[in-house]
T-cell receptor, first 115, second 112 residues
Framework: NAGVTQTPKFRVLKTGQSMTLLCAQD?????MYWYRQDPGMGLRLIHY???????AKGEVPDGYNVSRLKKQNFLLGLESAAPSQTSVYFC??????????????FGPGTRLTVL | EDKVVQSPLSLVVHEGDTVTLNCSYE??????LLWYKQEKKAPTFLFML????IEKKSGRLSSILDKKELFSILNITATQTGDSAVYLC????????????FGQGTRLTINP
């Protein structure tokens, strides 16, 4: 199993450009998440999905859109990139829990720089 | 507002020392607390704690939860340079939410 994979690994954009980050998992997990990580800020949740066809906003959703058309894929889009979106982006997934949150499995990250 | 605060933010020790990392939280309807280790890339899961006073242990790492005082500690004994990493603490914010709120992390550096 590959686990959680992310593409691309690195990207440099100019202000105003758009791009899509792809996350894929082969563990048949129901839940998927997109985080950004900035120095001294820990991981902040952008958007998440509790199943195919569903998405929900996290802590810092502005400037991002997501889609979960297939269970194994979760796409993060930036329609008009801004320098404030320079960050490392992590995707994660977890299986459907019952009474509590289960551990999340993380992808290797995408380092995005917006000039 | 749900909050997770870790301390210290940064810690530098010598190989062989014992360290204690702290995580305090304020969430509605606490269910669990998770610890992750992040080296160069993706965070990897260490422990999940749900009950007060029960220590979870894995090798030289151990963790315990105090639900009355709303904190958890992560202990690492006989530290090695490979323990150098950022240690993250996280909790689910409210009942039914299948997501996590993370603390800022503690950057641990072990010098030989």
């Amino acid at each position: 199993n590959a686990g959680v994979t992310q593409t691309p690994k690195f990207r440099v954009l100019k202000t105003g450009q758009s791009m899509t980050l792809l996350c894929a998992q082969d563990m048949n997990h129901e839940y998927m998440y997109w985080y950004r990580q900035d120095p001294g800020m820990g991981l902040r949740l952008i958007h998440y999905s509790v199943g195919e066809g569903t998405t929900a906003k996290g802590e810092v959703p502005d400037g991002y859109n997501v889609s979960r058309l297939k269970k194994q894929n979760f796409l993060l889009g930036l329609e008009s990139a801004a320098p404030s979106q320079t960050s490392v982006y992590f995707c994660a997934s977890s299986y459907r829990g019952l009474a509590t949150v289960n551990e999340q499995f993380f992808g290797p990250g995408t380092r995005l720089t917006v000039l | 507002e749900d909050k997770v605060v870790q301390s210290p933010l940064s810690l530098v020790v010598h190989e062989g020392d014992t360290v204690t990392l702290n995580c305090s939280y304020e969430v509605t309807n606490f269910r669990s607390l998770l610890w992750y280790k992040q080296e160069k890339k993706a965070p990897t899961f260490l422990f999940m704690l749900t009950s007060s006073g029960i220590e979870k242990k894995s090798g030289r790492l151990s963790s315990i939860l105090d639900k009355k005082e709303l904190f958890s500690i992560l202990n690492i004994t006989a530290t090695q340079t490979g323990d150098s990493a950022v240690y993250l603490c996280a909790v689910p914010p409210f009942q039914g939410a299948q997501k996590l709120v993370f603390g800022q992390g503690t950057r641990l550096t072990i010098n030989p």
